[in-house]
């Protein structure tokens, strides 16, 4: 059974960097395409990054491009995002999201499986 856990959030204040984590157990995270949404309050839940099976081509969301960086760690089994220079607008409960098989990356129901979230908090 497939279980992604996310981790890092909390809150920061505008232009910090914050690190988040989404360990996956049950199988290994080479195994899938992965990507980061996340949802803010009365939003719907928006795409951030991609990271494709294998790791070797990535795509960010216009808002988060050149501020935020979608990595895999096949040692730690674990999906990264490393998020600078942080805006209020970021603020939002960050998801991550793997499916063996993707089609529209930028898409909710392309996705397999789902963690439960962790939430980033951005003070201005």
């Known amino acids: 059974q497939v279980q992604l856990v996310e981790s890092g959030g909390g809150l920061v204040q505008a232009g910090d960097s914050l690190r988040l984590s989404c360990a996956a157990s049950?199988?290994?995270?080479?195994?899938?395409?992965m990507a980061w949404f996340r949802q803010g309050p009365g939003m719907q839940r928006d795409f951030v990054a991609y990271?494709?099976?294998?790791?070797?081509?990535?795509d960010y969301a216009d808002s988060v491009k050149g501020r935020f960086t979608i990595s895999i760690d096949n040692a730690e089994n674990t999906m990264y995002l490393q998020m600078s220079d942080l805006k209020p607008e970021d603020a939002a409960l960050y998801y991550c999201?793997?499916?063996?098989?993707?089609?529209?990356?930028?898409?909710?129901?392309?996705?397999?499986?789902w963690g439960h979230g962790t939430q980033v908090t951005v003070s201005s």
């Open positions: 999201a793997a499916s063996h098989v993707v089609g529209n990356y930028a898409r909710r129901a392309s996705y397999e499986y």
């Open positions: 049950g199988e290994f995270v080479r195994n899938f395409a």
């Open positions: 990271i494709n099976r294998g790791g070797d081509w990535t």
